[in-house]
């Protein structure tokens, strides 16, 4: 079944034009960092947001359409796939929620106390 066929035209197109349109102002309004000055023969680090706005910037309008709608085509099965789970899978996945929301909590305290348990670090006093 091809993705188009999964939800309504006008929701297709709807999703279309926005991603277009997301893109291009995501183009138009990232800031672009300085360029690494790294050693001779050693590759740049690469920040992905920046590949995808570079070559963004270099497709023609057909090929920014085209490249739009094989990411939403993907989007809209996985949405699909996600609503046809048995529901014994849904709870599966809702219980696996919760274990991780409980072990982001523990982490997120366990570094919290670990920051008020660590010495502030102070300046040496200068001597008159």
Partial sequence: ??????????VVNYIQDI???ALDHLAAHIDSPPPVATPEGEPAPV????????QWKGMSPADKEQFVGRVS???MEVIV?????????KKTVKEARKVIRKRVKKVRKAVAKKKKESPKKKSPKKKR
């Fill in 19 to 21: 991603g277009v349109r």
């Fill in 47 to 54: 920040n992905a947001t920046q590949t995808l706005v570079d």
């Fill in 81 to 89: 796939a996600s609503a046809t789970l048995p529901p014994a899978l």
């Fill in 1 to 10: 079944m091809k993705p188009q066929d999964l939800l309504p035209k006008r």
């Fill in 73 to 75: 085509g993907s989007v």
